[in-house]
């Protein structure tokens, strides 16, 4: 059982809505968007994130919630340039805030074995508590809505998505995890409540197997993970998806990046659909994102679509019941 999550010390580093440019890519030159930024105390740690928001956002008027998990290795704060500024545009477009937490030593304790160095590092972090808490961080601080909470990340980042919707469906409505499956060491949990699952994975991604089996993260294991298609059957059974899929054909926007795209969505009858963005030929990357690392190392990019726009349409058709509003936190100096 999830532990309750524990009292928090709150530390806002950046007071007043500013201007935000994300650095590194695109994002520079991208639409203007605000910043706001900050630390709690969790778990005998201080936990960073950063936030995007549109420039009029009142915290008056309750908004949509995405906190996008970096990828072990990365971080929160350079997610957005590895996307081309996806979510800075989106941002900007909707008026919904996101939020970029940093993981600790670089990445996030998913539920699968924790081996090399940097994952020991995270031993005894509850990343799950930390994330509930931010949730209601930033429900007392920015004002976003209970009722619309959703989560996205990519690898790491991605698996830690699939976690949040296991572990705190009572918050969640919904997730997006992009070049994720279920972990094995995660098959015995189920969502108490039902929470939407959308996954984006290419059938050549060198390192998350899009048929299952190890992970393999350049020369190291790092857990057994169902298939795709074994994922949303899973999840399909336990939100009680229909069985016939809705199946739409993307667009080949760039004939010569050698993937092609099939978005399949099966409509739920207890309020959370299931989708599956298959991208035959992708690789272990951001559709629409920067090629980070050599196509031979982590498999080609998919230009044929920006996968954020996508991600939030899918967001916006869930909503969860507001929980209770949490007990504020007073602030503490450090």
């Given at each position: ?9 709150v ?14 890519g ?15 105390e ?69 539920g ?12 005894g ?60 060491a ?82 739920a ?66």
């Amino acid at each position: 059982m999830r532990p309750s999550v524990p009292a928090l010390a709150v530390l806002l580093l950046l007071g007043p809505l500013a201007p935000a440019a994300p650095a590194g890519g695109p994002a520079e030159d991208g639409p203007p968007v605000a910043r706001r930024a900050g630390r709690i105390e969790h778990g005998g740690r201080w936990r960073a994130w950063h936030a995007l928001l549109p420039l009029n956002h009142d915290p008056g008027r309750p908004v949509p919630l995405v906190l996008a998990l970096h990828g072990g290795g990365g971080s929160g704060v350079g997610f957005d340039a590895v996307t081309h500024g996806q979510f800075t545009r989106e941002v900007a477009r909707r008026g919904w805030v996101v939020a970029f937490p940093e993981g600790v030593a670089n990445g996030w304790n998913d539920g699968r074995p924790l081996t090399g160095r940097r994952e020991r590092a995270r031993r005894g972090v509850d990343d799950v508590a930390f994330l509930s808490a931010l949730i209601d961080h930033l429900r007392q601080t920015l004002g976003v809505d209970p009722e619309r909470v959703y989560a996205t990340g990519i690898s790491n980042g991605g698996f830690m998505a699939i976690r949040l919707a296991l572990d705190l469906s009572e918050k969640v409505a919904a997730v997006a995890a992009v070049t994720a499956t279920l972990p094995r060491a995660l098959a015995a949990r189920v969502p108490t409540q039902p929470v939407g699952l959308l996954l984006a994975n290419g059938t050549a991604d060198p390192l998350v197997p899009y048929a299952g089996g190890e992970v393999r993260a350049f020369g190291r294991l790092r857990g057994a993970v169902f298939s795709t298609d074994e994922t949303i059957a899973r999840w399909r059974g336990w939100v009680g998806a229909r069985q016939d899929a809705r199946q739409v054909a993307i667009p080949d926007r760039d004939p010569h990046d050698g993937t092609r795209a099939t978005l399949a969505t099966w409509e739920a009858t207890r309020g959370a659909a299931v989708a599956r963005l298959r991208i035959d030929g992708g690789g272990h990357a951001w559709p629409g994102g920067r090629q980070y690392l050599p196509a031979a190392r982590i498999g080609p990019v998919s230009r044929d679509l920006d996968l954020v726009p996508l991600l939030f349409d899918f967001f916006a058709a869930h909503r969860r019941a507001a929980p209770p509003a949490p007990a504020p936190s007073p602030p503490r100096p450090r």
